[in-house]
């Protein structure tokens, strides 16, 4: 079955640190698409990254930089000298290509992130 | 360019009644998706529309219907509302290739009394 696990309910960091945000994943597909979503308090989900399953390679976007790892179902997100704007929740998602969901997002509980000036 | 566009932005209705919910995608994109988003939860995936077909449904009852228009633009349609239909109510678009990124509107939120 497919199924996106964020561990992490909550998080509360102090300006200036730097934070990850675990993702762990589960796919029967061996092609197939990994997100992630940062939903500010207004409630539109606004696009951060994809990554398909045959690109392991590490992403870096200024202060954002993502972690996936095939090998662990992993697809970890960091944000380096976290700000107040970062201060969010961020959801994992899942997108098989052949599998049960076809196409739609699978998300997770997302992680709720709170950056203390 | 504009965005994936939601209306209305807040509905409130009664148990029973029937709610209709509109989405246009963003230009270029032919692919709707409708989420259902409860309060502390991530999104569950209502059905998606293409080519003015359901092509995918996620565990909703029949209650739950939708539309797609010629122009891509999309309705959801949600009947005899239950207290529990409450929520936060998100389209979004994409191209028909099924790894594209899917883009967000700013969501409906429903109220159910």
């Known amino acids: 079955a497919q199924k996106v696990t964020q561990a992490q309910t909550e998080i509360s960091v102090v300006e200036k640190e730097d934070v990850t945000l675990d993702c762990v994943y589960e796919t029967r597909d061996t092609t197939y698409y990994l997100f992630w979503y940062k939903q500010p308090p207004s409630g539109e989900l606004v696009f951060l990254i994809r990554r398909n399953s045959f690109d392991e390679q590490n992403e870096i976007s200024g202060r954002y930089s993502w972690n996936f790892q095939k090998s662990t179902s992993s697809f970890n997100f960091t944000i380096t000298a976290s700000q107040v704007v970062d201060s969010a929740v961020y959801f994992c998602?899942?997108?098989?290509?052949?599998?049960?969901?076809?196409?739609?997002?699978?998300f997770g509980k997302g992680t709720k992130l709170s950056v203390k000036p | 360019d504009a965005g994936v566009t939601q209306s209305p932005t807040h509905l409130i209705k009664t148990r029973g009644q029937q709610v209709t919910l509109r989405c246009s995608p963003k230009s270029g994109h032919d692919t709707v998706s409708w989420y259902q988003q409860a309060l502390g939860q991530g999104p569950q995936f209502i059905f998606q529309?293409?080519?003015?077909?359901?092509?995918q449904r996620g565990n909703f009852p029949d209650r739950f219907s939708g539309h797609q228009f010629p122009n891509y633009s999309s309705e959801l349609n949600v009947n005899a509302l239950l207290l529990g239909d409450s929520a936060l109510y998100l389209c979004?678009?994409?191209?028909?290739?099924?790894?594209?990124?899917?883009?967000f509107g700013p969501g409906t939120r429903l109220t159910v009394l």
């Open positions: 979004a678009s994409s191209t028909t290739y099924r790894g594209d990124t899917q883009y």
């Open positions: 998602a899942l997108s098989e290509a052949y599998g049960g969901s076809q196409g739609n997002l699978i």
């Open positions: 529309y293409y080519e003015e077909e359901e092509r």
